[in-house]
């Protein structure tokens, strides 16, 4: 079955970074829309960042300008770059994958101090 494992998150300070990354399988990974969402706690999942297959992104006006979406298709990976970290950046973050059908990863927890 399609897999995805993220990986890169961690503990951060208020103004850092991490970089976030997904590594899709048993999947056609170039003709795949990717996506990063994220869910906090008492929260509903919200939309961070998504790619098309052909490389126009999109991203939640709470993150533009911070975030950046990238994919290497050589790797079947989706990256989020994550800067200028914010409390509110404090989730965990999933990759979603669309061929057809939804996938989703087991997602990673970023936490973001103060």
């Known amino acids: 079955q399609v897999q995805l494992v993220e990986s890169g998150g961690g503990l951060v300070q208020a103004g850092g970074s991490l970089r976030l990354s997904c590594v899709a399988s048993?999947?056609?990974?170039?003709?795949?829309?990717m996506a990063w969402y994220r869910q906090a706690p008492g929260q509903q999942r919200e939309l961070v960042s998504s790619?098309?297959?052909?490389?126009?992104?999109n991203y939640a006006g709470s993150v533009k300008g911070r975030f950046t979406i990238s994919r290497d298709n050589a790797k079947n990976t989706v990256y989020l770059q994550m800067n200028s970290l914010k409390p509110e950046d404090t989730a965990v973050y999933y990759c979603?994958?669309?061929?057809?059908?939804?996938?989703w990863g087991q997602g990673t927890q970023v936490t973001v101090s103060s």
């Open positions: 979603n994958a669309v061929f057809g059908l939804s996938y």
């Open positions: 048993r999947i056609n990974f170039r003709l795949s829309a």
């Open positions: 790619i098309t297959s052909g490389g126009t992104t």
